[in-house]
């Protein structure tokens, strides 16, 4: 294994057990950290490595047949690889680029409705070959990071950025809501925090999708037990368990999206207390009714968050969306903004 990748995994062991992963992520770690091990930086979006989909890496075309009774799975398999190569999909004959065209319109507007900077202004990094790229007006994209984007327009429409603010981000992932934010606000100050595994596989693409001059690595900060030396508009990787750090810390924005969800509710109670004094507004996007109890032990609602983040007030809440449907899974998805105060 990577010293690097090494080094945090044994940071990660060695930390209370309030940090390791409840049973929704344990299910996905020796898969994840078996993939890594044959991970190919000019490949890695491909759709070879599909645990990577877990954490926002989801950038296949991937039909799901799931929907199908199982005697039809054949068939639909059949219909799959033959007929559908290039031709029009039901209903309304819609085809593959008309759904790209409209997600990319869907930003183009929500994002002028929103006050954002527009769409036509970013590009998403081909590092690793993401198999879902596409482009429109010239510029690259992949339908997970047009996604994205609406989130960035939401949160946009609320707090007006100025460019310099600081963001502490936990549960990261693919590192796509970072790339999207600094590639339009430069001057942004951002912590990832996450997992050892998704934290080193984030660092490593917004490395290459940033440049290195961009980033503080975690090789780096691993050893770090405050955040006296973060650099002003860097982005900078941390381990789950570095959260105490962010305690005392003056930030502009808590962001965590579909990640929160996916835990017990002690230990987002836990990371939650280490942002709430500081925080001046803390974004999130989870499933309204929690997820199912088949995968996490006890799901939280909308509810308790709002019950949790006492001190705030919601500002904004919504269905949320990615740019070519509603979050529907799990009875749907909100994201919200709550202010302090
Ligand atoms: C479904 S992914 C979402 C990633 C990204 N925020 C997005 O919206 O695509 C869930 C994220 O939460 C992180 N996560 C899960 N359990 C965690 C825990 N106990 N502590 C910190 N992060 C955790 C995972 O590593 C992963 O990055």
């Known amino acids: ?15 209370d057990k309030i940090f390791h992963a409840t049973k929704y992520w344990d299910a996905y770690k020796q898969e994840i950290l078996k993939e890594l091990s044959s991970l ?61 065209s409209i997600a990319y319109r869907h930003c183009k507007y929500y994002g002028e409705h929103c006050d954002a900077l527009p769409i036509s202004s970013l590009e998403v990094s081909t590092v690793g070959s993401p198999a879902d ?20 327009a939401f949160v946009q429409q609320q707090l007006r950025f100025k460019g310099d603010e600081v963001i502490v981000e936990l549960g990261s992932g693919s590192g796509h809501q970072v790339e999207i934010l600094k590639k339009l606000y430069p001057g942004m100050t951002i912590l990832c925090f996450d997992l050892p595994a998704q934290l080193y596989l984030c660092e490593k693409y917004l490395t290459e ?4 001059d961009q980033v503080v690595s975690s090789d780096e900060t691993v050893n770090w037990n405050t ?22 810390f003056d930030h502009d924005l808590f962001w965590n999206a579909a990640s929160f969800g996916e835990m017990e509710p002690n230990v987002v109670q836990n990371y939650l207390s280490y942002v709430k004094e500081n925080a001046k507004h803390v974004y999130l996007l989870q499933a309204k009714n929690g997820k199912e109890v088949t995968r996490v032990e006890n799901p939280i609602t909308f509810e308790d968050y709002n019950n949790w983040l006492s001190g705030f007030k919601l500002i904004a809440s919504q269905d949320a969306y990615r740019a070519h449907m509603r979050m529907k899974e799990t009875g749907g998805y909100f994201e919200a903004v709550w202010k302090k105060g």
Do not use: C
Request: charged fraction near 25%.
């Open 209 to 212: 999708a940033l440049g290195q």
């Open 1 to 15: 294994m990577d010293a690097h990748l090494k080094k945090l995994i044994d940071a990660y062991e060695n930390s």
């Open 227 to 248: 955040l006296d030396k973060v650099e002003k508009g860097k982005v900078h990787f941390f381990g789950n368990w570095q959260m105490p750090m962010v305690k005392g």
């Open 133 to 152: 790229y596409f482009k429109i007006e010239g510029k690259g994209y992949t339908m997970q990071f047009l996604g994205f984007y609406i989130r960035y």
């Open 40 to 100: 190919d930086l000019k490949t890695f979006r491909s759709g070879k490595h599909p645990v990577f989909q877990t954490f926002g890496f989801n950038e296949t075309r991937k039909w799901k047949l799931t929907r199908f009774k199982p005697r039809l799975l054949a068939t639909a398999a059949v219909i799959k690889g033959t007929l559908f190569q290039g031709w029009a999909l039901h209903p309304y004959s819609i085809s593959y680029e008309d759904v790209q």
